[in-house]
Antibody, heavy 126, light 109 residues
Framework: EVQLLESGGGLVQPGGSLRLSCAASGFTFSSYAMSWVRQAPGKGLEWVSGISGSGGSSYHADSVKGRFTISRDNPKNTLYLQMNSLRAEDTAMYYC???????????????????WGRGTLVTVSS | QSVLTQPPSASGTPGQRVTISCSGSSSNIGNNFVYWYQQLPGTAPKLLFYMNNQRPSGVPDRFSASKSGTSASLAISGLRSDDESDYYCAAWDDSLSGWVFGGGTKLTV
C-alpha cells in the first residue's frame, strides 16, 4: 500500500527549531518529487516546500525562505523539513504529499499533490 | 490574502447545481494547470481534479471543472449532503516559483 506518515511535530517556543519527517512506503521513493503543505488552525492550505526526486532541486515559499529547508534521504525513504527560527504564524498541521507520476524533476509545475499523509501538528508558543 | 481568489462560501439544496470560482493571473492560472482539492473536516485534502479538468478515478462525474484564461471553476451537480466540504483550487505560479492555493470555499448543502 502506498503510504506517507509524518512525524516530529510538537510544541516549540518562538525562535526554536524542529525537524519533521515523512516516511514513505509502497512506491519507489527516489523517483518522485515530494512536497510539504501546511494548514494553520481554521485556515486554508499553504504550500511550503518541494524537492525533486534526486534532491538536486528544491523550492520554498517566500514565507519560509531562509528559515525552513526541505531535504530527503532516498535510501531511508524519508522526506524532511528542517524548521528554524519558528514563529507563532508557523503553527499549523504539516502534510507531506506526492504527485501521481514519477519523474518531472525539472518541472515543478507537475509536482502536484495526489497522495497526502495524515499530517503532524506544529505549535509555536511560549 | 491568497494569490488565487475563491468565494469563502457557497450553498445549495440537495439535487441542485453549484459552481465555485477561482480567479488568478497570467503567472499562475493563465499559464499553468489548475487543480482542485476537497477537504472534509479533520482529514487531509483529496485531489478532485488535475490538469484543469481531469478527474481521478473514484471521483463521481457529478463533479466537473473548467478553465478559461486566468479563471477556473468547479461545478457540482445533483448536490448531496456528503458534498459538504471545503474546496480549494491550486496552481503553480511562475513568478513566485511556487504553488499557490485559493483561500478555500466552504460548501453547505
Amino acid at each position: 500500500e502506498v503510504q506517507l506518515l509524518e512525524s516530529g511535530g510538537g510544541l516549540v517556543q518562538p525562535g526554536g527549531s524542529l525537524r519533521l519527517s515523512c516516511a514513505a512506503s509502497g512506491f519507489t521513493f527516489s523517483s518522485y518529487a515530494m512536497s510539504w503543505v501546511r494548514q494553520a488552525p481554521g485556515k486554508g492550505l499553504e504550500w511550503v516546500s518541494g524537492i525533486s526526486g534526486s534532491g538536486g532541486s528544491s523550492y520554498h515559499a517566500d514565507s519560509v525562505k531562509g528559515r525552513f529547508t526541505i531535504s530527503r534521504d532516498n535510501p531511508k525513504n524519508t522526506l524532511y523539513l528542517q524548521m528554524n527560527s519558528l514563529r507563532a504564524e508557523d503553527t499549523a498541521m504539516y502534510y507531506c504529499a506526492k504527485p501521481p507520476q514519477a519523474g518531472y524533476s525539472g518541472y515543478p509545475s507537475y509536482w502536484y499533490f495526489d497522495l497526502w499523509g495524515r499530517g503532524t501538528l506544529v505549535t509555536v508558543s511560549s | 490574502q491568497s494569490v488565487l481568489t475563491q468565494p469563502p462560501s457557497a450553498s445549495g439544496t440537495p439535487g441542485q447545481r453549484v459552481t465555485i470560482s477561482c480567479s488568478g493571473s497570467s503567472s499562475n492560472i493563465g499559464n499553468n494547470f489548475v487543480y482542485w482539492y476537497q477537504q472534509l473536516p479533520g482529514t487531509a485534502p483529496k485531489l478532485l481534479f488535475y490538469m484543469n479538468n481531469q478527474r481521478p478515478s473514484g471521483v463521481p462525474d457529478r463533479f466537473s471543472a473548467s478553465k478559461s484564461g486566468t479563471s477556473a471553476s468547479l461545478a457540482i451537480s445533483g448536490l448531496r449532503s456528503d458534498d459538504e466540504s471545503d474546496y480549494y483550487c491550486a496552481a503553480w505560479d511562475d513568478s513566485l516559483s511556487g504553488w499557490v492555493f485559493g483561500g478555500g470555499t466552504k460548501l453547505t448543502v
